[in-house]
T-cell receptor
């Protein structure tokens, strides 16, 4: 089993729709969680950190469920510019080798 | 620009040749990471430098891979006797603090193709 698993997608949704995807992790000792965004043939960029209490940044909401060991990302009122691959990142022990990147979920927003 | 800079952006080489990839992190960032990303795959950790500490080399896939960081700034990843399976995008990232303490800032990557 992979340490961090994501549905690869693609998720193909119309503009304005709400879309959500999850990421599961296997290491219960994981301490910090992030969502990164990667555009096609570009480098990953931090979208948002995921806090235990959940957090919201504009149209984006991230949540953490420690009991079930998953994090989620919700995008409301999706825009064409949201089309990208979303990478789930889990850090187990504040150690570089334990910063695990998921393979990503590809999202495509259609007009 | 003030971002992470990598060179070359593209490198095509023949099997068996050595290659060097360079990373210039953001000024003042103490932590530097190398990752490898194959097509459609997630990022694979290779090596991590933090200040003057011994690097974490636990992700290097074989002894053909090595990296150094001179003066706590620029880093070079060297792949000796390249193989076709080494073809990937090599991404460098830096962060202000140590691993897990904050955002990783990535360079645009070096795309390596081994023929």
């Amino acid at each position: 089993r992979k340490e961090v698993e994501q549905d690869p997608g693609p998720f193909n949704v119309p503009e304005g729709a709400t879309v959500a995807f999850n990421c599961t992790y296997s290491n219960s000792a994981s301490q910090s969680f992030f969502w990164y965004r990667q555009d096609c043939r570009k480098e990953p960029k931090l979208l948002m950190s995921v806090y235990s209490s959940g957090n919201e940044d504009g149209r984006f909401t991230a949540q953490l469920n420690r009991a079930s060991q998953y994090i989620s990302l919700l995008i409301r009122d999706s825009k064409l510019s949201d089309s990208a691959t979303y990478l789930c990142v889990v850090n187990a022990h504040s150690s570089a080798s334990k910063i695990i990147f998921g393979s990503g979920t590809r999202l495509s927003i259609r007009p | 620009g003030a971002g992470v800079s990598q060179s070359p952006s593209n490198k095509v080489t023949e099997k068996g040749k050595d290659v060097e990839l360079r990373c210039d992190p953001i000024s003042g960032h103490t932590a530097l990471y190398w990752y490898r990303q194959s097509l459609g795959q997630g990022l694979e950790f290779l090596i991590y430098f933090q200040g003057n500490s011994a690097p974490d080399k636990s992700g290097l896939p074989s002894d053909r891979f090595s990296a150094e960081r001179t003066g706590g700034s620029v880093s070079t990843l060297t792949i000796q006797r390249t193989q076709q399976e080494d073809s990937a995008v090599y991404l460098c990232a830096s962060s202000l603090g140590g691993a897990g303490t904050g955002e990783l800032f990535f360079g645009e990557g070096s795309r390596l193709t081994v023929l």
